[in-house]
């Protein structure tokens, strides 16, 4: 396994629709967005930059932070030229939502590494995601709840509920070491999101072990690297995708997913693909567990940072 140092929260959010609130099937993109937003409209000082770079303040500001990380002068990975983001959002593919006045909204977000002493700035952004509106009709919610929960035990630490003034800025720390083993020798990992691995120079539609460990390395290490201990730097990441070639791949449902969403220039339009559905491997995953159980976490390959590569490991 990988030395790595990297803490993450866990957050799960409730919102309540003020109006209509209409949503795409995977709606991960437009809830990261707004959340950019907001985040923007409330830590900017310097709002007459066009970008981030060259801001003496990027380095502390809660959204240069999130939004424009910057490397750490020890790390130049070229596979590292634009760092991945320490605010990660949960959001699962499923169909188009149309959330009713009155009904709720849930999601999960994960706040990583140097991310986590801008929780304020983070809780106070979610709430004003509401009230600037989402979606095609740009719905208005209200912030029900912010709850920092540890996935794989039950507990939950209340940080934020509606009216309520007070906030609670102590949640739950997990770190890789924190994460449960996998005893089990057959796991089926469940695909919640559209996953985008590239092997080959394409994206990846057979996703042997070796592929995924690969996928996961990389994820992983690189926000370590950027947003953790710096602990992975220089390790060997070459022994796990080895030992992986003894996992078998023993059976493989997948399906193509795929959604259109805003590009960077106006009227521009790109599309999130990627494949879904339920991978199965048999073996001992002893020396993965961590990095399984973290890529559960935080996701794994390319748009993980709204939500895409989102896994469950169910044991057998």
């Known amino acids: 396994m990988l030395p790595l140092d990297l803490p993450f929260s866990v957050l799960r959010a409730t919102l309540t629709a003020r109006e209509e609130v209409r949503l795409p099937p995977f709606p991960g993109s437009k809830l990261e967005g707004a959340f950019g937003r907001a985040l923007y409209n409330l830590a900017c000082t310097q709002p007459q930059r066009d970008t981030c770079v060259g801001c003496p303040l990027r380095s502390i500001c809660p959204y240069g932070l999130s939004y424009a990380p910057l490397l750490p002068p020890e ?18 593919y499923g169909a188009e939502q149309v959330i009713k006045a009155g009904e709720s909204l849930t999601f999960g977000l994960v706040v990583v590494g140097v991310a986590l002493p801008q929780l304020p700035y983070m809780l106070a952004a979610l709430r004003e995601v509401g009230e600037q509106g989402i979606g095609r009709t740009g719905g208005r919610l209200e912030l029900d709840e912010v709850v920092s929960v540890q996935p794989y035990t039950g507990q939950e630490v209340t940080l934020l509920r509606g009216g309520d003034l007070s906030v609670h800025l ?37 996703i042997q072990f070796t592929v995924l460990v690969r996928a996961l390395q990389r994820r992983i290490s690189n926000l370590e690297q950027v947003h953790g201990g710096c602990q992975s730097l220089g390790a060997d990441f070459g022994a796990l995708p080895e030992q992986a070639r003894n996992i ?9 997913a795929s959604q259109l969403r805003k590009g960077r220039r106006p009227g521009e339009k790109t599309s999130i693909e990627g494949v879904m559905g339920t991978l199965e491997y048999v073996g001992d995953f002893t020396p993965f567990a961590s990095l399984l159980r973290l890529g559960e976490q935080l996701g794994v390959g390319k748009w993980a940072h709204f939500g895409a590569g989102l896994y469950d490991i169910e044991e057998e």
């Open 75 to 92: 790390v130049g990975a070229s596979s590292l030229a634009t760092p991945p983001r320490p605010v990660i959002f949960r959001v699962a």
């Open 248 to 256: 078998q791949t023993t059976h493989q449902y997948l399906r193509s």
């Open 170 to 206: 102590t949640p739950l720390l997990m770190r890789p070491a924190d994460l449960p083993a996998i005893s089990a020798a057959r796991i089926r990992l469940h695909l919640r999101s559209p996953l985008h691995i590239k092997h080959d120079g394409v994206i990846a539609e057979d």
